[in-house]
């Protein structure tokens, strides 16, 4: 048969341990006193004491800890282009939380020089609250758009995201474990960081029989159009697009 024995205790931390492993004795009743303790000469009818038996221990969850990637939400790249607006999206990886515990996440975006991005005098922050399910997942932090005209090329922007255990009033508090906040703040993480880049310009094009065809007849007079799409140009300054036609088979022009 089996039996069940249910501890109950509040898990502090443990700096060095890493699992929990149960012992377990039996006795006969008659070896115990009236109040419950062991009689001086109790000896168990068996025991089961196995530091090595996985079956009997428990892993204690590593210490809390949290690892960022921060994105321009545009295109998933490290880079934001100058004079552009962006949004920067900072996906927040976390290891030993509390589950249904409530936390709640601040993030601020830092140039590479630790100053913290302002526009127009209000800095670019987001705080989230939110309850992890279990004790390791993630969760992404967005932030506002804001632009980068002020900014020079190769400025860096570094995310910063601050963990802070809440109780029901919102409030400062610490977990079952005993933490109240985790910082990951790393000036040197360069999946934490972003690059100013300059605009480069980009055209695309599509290119049909006059008419919307995309197949001529040879010995016919054709017209062909090219529509051409751009990207990052200078509103205001002109530009000259010059086309050449091609065959499928050679870099010489077709006549």
Request: no cysteine; net charge negative.
């Amino acid at each position: 048969g089996s039996a069940s024995v249910t501890f109950k205790f509040k898990m502090l931390k443990m700096d060095d341990a890493k699992a929990l492993v149960v012992f377990e004795s039996l006795y006969t009743v008659d070896q115990f006193n009236a109040d419950g303790t062991l009689k001086e000469d109790a000896q168990p009818v068996a025991e089961h004491a196995d530091l090595t038996d996985a079956a009997q221990t428990v892993n204690i969850e590593k210490e809390p800890s949290l690892h960022t990637t921060a994105v321009n939400k545009a295109d998933k790249s490290k880079n934001v282009l100058k004079g552009s607006d962006v949004t920067i999206v900072d996906t927040v990886d976390y290891t030993g939380l509390v589950p249904n515990q409530e936390y709640q996440l601040t993030g601020e975006i830092h140039t590479s020089e630790d100053k913290l991005v302002s526009i127009n005098g209000t800095a670019v922050t987001k705080t989230i609250t939110f309850t992890p399910p279990s004790s390791t997942g993630s969760i992404d932090v967005e932030f506002e758009p804001f632009n980068t005209a002020e900014f020079d090329e190769g400025t860096k922007f570094v995310v910063f995201e601050t963990l802070t255990a809440i109780n029901n009033n919102k409030e400062e508090t610490t977990d079952v474990y005993g933490t109240s906040k985790i910082e990951h703040k790393d000036m040197s993480d360069q999946d934490q960081t972003l690059t100013v880049v300059k605009k480069v310009p980009k055209i695309g094009t599509t290119a049909k029989v006059k008419g919307g065809d995309k197949t001529v007849v040879q010995g016919d007079k054709v017209t062909i159009v090219d529509t051409i799409s751009y990207e990052n140009l200078v509103p205001g300054q002109k530009y000259e697009a010059i086309g050449e036609i091609h065959t499928s088979r050679t870099t010489a022009l077709a006549i």
